[in-house]
């Protein structure tokens, strides 16, 4: 609900307002917080919490280096989408931050052709959700096809492959 009304807020207007970005990243967290007692497993949480911090830092850091191509609204749907990505993997998280890179350095590219802005031009909050939905359903057959991959090439002619009876290391 919150990502569709950021993403049509951010397509009308050229910016993100704090009135819904900034409570949504507190009751979001607030909500995680109860599943992560429900489930007795704070990793998630943890994950979440650096996953949220991570990705406003980088989009800030942009947006401060480089206010043409980034805006600070970036940052705070960044960390938003962070804080959900990051409840469910590290994959889906980078699966999301790339996305989002690639598709705005596209946009970027074609509207840096044309000598004009790139703030505002481009609606980044909404590629950036966009690219987060994209993560969450992507990340699973992506890593299962990466996975087969994987396990081909160590099961080729000639190799041993993973010994099945080891336990992952924790």
């Not at 993560?135 to 080729?156: D, K, N, Q």
Request: hydrophobic letters at 55%; aromatic letters at 8%; one cysteine or more.
């Amino acid at each position: 609900g919150v990502g569709v009304a950021l993403a049509l807020i951010d397509l009308d207007l050229p910016r993100v307002p704090d009135s819904i970005g900034l409570p949504a990243s507190v009751v979001g967290a607030l909500l995680l917080l109860p599943a992560g007692l429900i489930q007795q497993d704070w990793r998630p949480a943890e994950r979440a919490g650096i996953a949220m911090a991570v990705l406003w830092f980088l989009c800030f850091t942009l947006a401060v280096s480089y206010p043409i191509g980034v805006r600070l609204d970036d940052a705070k749907v960044a960390g938003l989408l962070g804080l959900f990505l990051g409840w469910l993997s590290w994959p889906t998280v980078l699966v999301g931050a790339l996305a989002g890179v690639l598709i705005l350095g596209a946009g970027g590219a074609r509207l840096g052709s044309n000598r004009r802005t790139y703030a505002g031009m481009v609606p980044s909050a909404a590629c950036l959700i966009v690219c987060a939905v994209l993560a969450l359903l992507l990340t699973v057959p992506i890593g299962s096809w990466y996975g087969s991959i994987v396990h081909l090439a160590w099961c080729a002619p000639g190799t041993t492959g993973p010994d099945p009876h080891r336990r992952p290391a924790h």
